[in-house]
C-alpha cells in the first residue's frame, strides 16, 4: 500500500539569518519564525496525517508540534532525520571558512557533493541517513500520510538519492526555503514518486526567509555581505583607533556627544573581558578584511548571574541596512552561549531610538530602568536558550 510522506525543512532559525554554519548545533527560531508556523499549520490542517516525526533538534521539532497540534497528535522524534554534522565548523560564521579553511572550503563550494567539513559529514551522506530512516518511517505507515519535519542539507541530499541522480548532479537541486514542503509517494516496493518539492507557497513574500536575506534565487547565495569576526587587540595602536572610533560612534548616536567615553577606560574593560573570552570584543571584517563592525561584550560583568551584558554595538555607516545587524547580534549570542548564559542584556539610551529599533526588531524584551550619569537607559533581555 502506498504511503505518502511530506517532507518539510524547519521554520526560519538563527543561523539562517546570523549567516552562521549551523549544523547539529542546536539554534532557536527567529521571530519570523513564529509567524511562518501558523502559514505551515494552516496548509496541512485538512491533510489527514496519521503521525508526525521530527529531528530531535529544536528548529525541527518546534515546527513540528505546530504541524502536529491541530491535528491531536504528538511529535515523535528520530535522531537520524538530524542535519548534517558541520564537525569544526559549527556554528562559525560562513564567511570565516574561506580564511581559516581555504582549500576544505572551495571544495564545499565546488564540489558540495563530496565535501566534508573536518570531522563532519558530506550533504550526500546526510541525505541518505536521512532518506533510509524517511523509507522505514513509510513501510511503518503503509496506506497512511505522514509529516516529517526535518533539515535543509538533509532533505537537499535526500532528494538527490530520491530522484536518482548522481551525487555531482546534487547542485540541480535547489535550497528550500525554510517551511518548504516536498511530497513522495512510496510503493509497496519503496520505490519513490516525487510529486512536487521545494514548496514553500503557503508562505506570503513578507515572511518569505530568502527574500528577507536577498537571496538571487534558490540555487544562489545572499547578495548583501556576510562578515567574520576577529578578536580586537586592545593593545595594538590601529586596533585601538578603530575601536575607540566606533565607541565614539555609538556615543554620538547614544547621547549626543562622544564627551562621556573615557577611551582608557574603554580599553582596560576590553583587556579584562578578553581574559574571560578571547571573542569579548571582536571586529566584523569584510571578505577583504576592512573593519564593517564591532562587538563588544561585558564578559566581567558577573553582577547578576546568566546574564551577558552588551558593551556595544557598531555598524560602520557605510554599511548600514546591508544586514550585518543580525550578523554583529548572531555573534554576541554565540559567545555567550558558549560562556552558558541565559539571558543577552542590553542597556539602551531612552533618546536612542535606532538602537531601541534594533533590539525590538530581534525580539529582546524591555524589562525595567537604571539610571547613571549618562541618563536614562531601558534594559533590554533576550533569552539564549529554549525555554
Known amino acids: ?46 491533510v489527514p496525517l496519521a503521525a508526525v516525526y521530527a529531528s530531535p533538534l529544536f528548529r525541527a521539532r518546534t515546527t513540528a ?67 533510509n530512516e524517511v523509507r522505514r518511517l513509510a513501510q511503518e ?28 548532479k ?21 520505490n519513490i514518486d516525487i510529486v512536487y518539492e521545494n514548496d514553500a507557497s503557503h508562505l506570503p513574500q513578507e515572511l518569505s526567509t530568502f527574500a528577507s536575506i536577498g537571496w538571487k534565487n534558490a540555487k544562489g547565495v545572499p547578495v548583501s555581505p556576510q562578515i567574520w569576526f576577529r578578536r580586537a587587540d586592545p593593545r595594538n595602536p590601529q586596533d585601538v583607533d578603530k575601536i575607540v572610533a566606533f565607541m565614539r560612534e555609538l556615543h554620538r548616536n547614544a547621547y549626543g556627544t562622544d564627551e562621556n567615553l573615557d577611551p582608557e577606560a574603554l580599553l582596560r574593560d576590553i583587556e579584562r573581558a578578553q581574559q574571560v573570552s578571547p571573542r569579548s570584543c571582536t571586529f566584523g571584517l569584510l571578505e577583504d578584511g576592512t573593519p564593517a563592525a564591532l562587538v563588544y561584550l561585558k564578559t566581567w560583568y558577573d553582577e547578576e548571574p546568566g546574564v551577558g551584558l552588551v558593551g556595544g554595538f557598531c555598524i560602520d555607516g557605510d554599511y548600514r541596512g546591508c544586514g550585518l545587524s543580525a550578523q554583529i547580534l548572531g555573534q554576541a549570542i554565540s559567545v555567550y552561549r558558549s560562556l552558558g548564559r541565559d539571558w543577552l542584556c542590553a542597556h539602551v539610551a531612552e533618546k536612542n531610538m535606532r538602537a531601541q529599533g534594533f533590539y525590538h526588531k530581534f525580539a529582546f524584551e524591555q524589562r525595567g530602568e537604571y539610571r547613571d550619569e549618562n541618563g536614562l537607559h531601558y534594559r533590554m533581555f533576550k533569552a539564549l536558550h529554549a525555554k
Open 141 to 168: 505507515n503503509a496506506g497512511k500520510s505522514i509529516a516529517v519535519v526535518t533539515h535543509g542539507s538533509a532533505i537537499r541530499g535526500a532528494l538527490t538519492l530520491a530522484h536518482g541522480f548522481p551525487p555531482e
Open 170 to 190: 546534487m547542485n540541480e537541486i535547489g535550497w528550500g526555503d525554510n517551511t518548504c514542503v516536498a511530497r513522495l509517494d512510496f510503493d509497496e516496493n519503496g
Open 65 to 131: 508540534k505546530a504541524v502536529a497540534e491541530p491535528h491531536g497528535l504528538s511529535v515523535e522524534l528520530r535522531n537520524d532525520l538530524h542535519e548534517i554534522d558541520m564537525g569544526d565548523w559549527e556554528d562559525l560564521p560562513w564567511a570565516e571558512l574561506p580564511h581559516a579553511w581555504p582549500e576544505q572550503y572551495a571544495k564545499w563550494c565546488s564540489r558540495p557533493w563530496e565535501a566534508a567539513p573536518p570531522h563532519g559529514e558530506t550533504v550526500m551522506q546526510a541525505g541518505e541517513r536521512m532518506l
Open 1 to 46: 500500500m502506498k504511503a505518502t510522506v511530506y517532507i518539510i525543512r524547519h521554520a526560519e532559525a538563527e543561523g539562517n539569518i546570523y549567516r552562521r554554519c549551523h549544523g547539529i548545533y542546536d539554534s532557536l527560531l527567529t521571530p519570523r519564525a513564529y509567524q511562518q508556523l501558523p502559514c505551515l499549520a494552516k496548509r496541512f490542517e485538512s
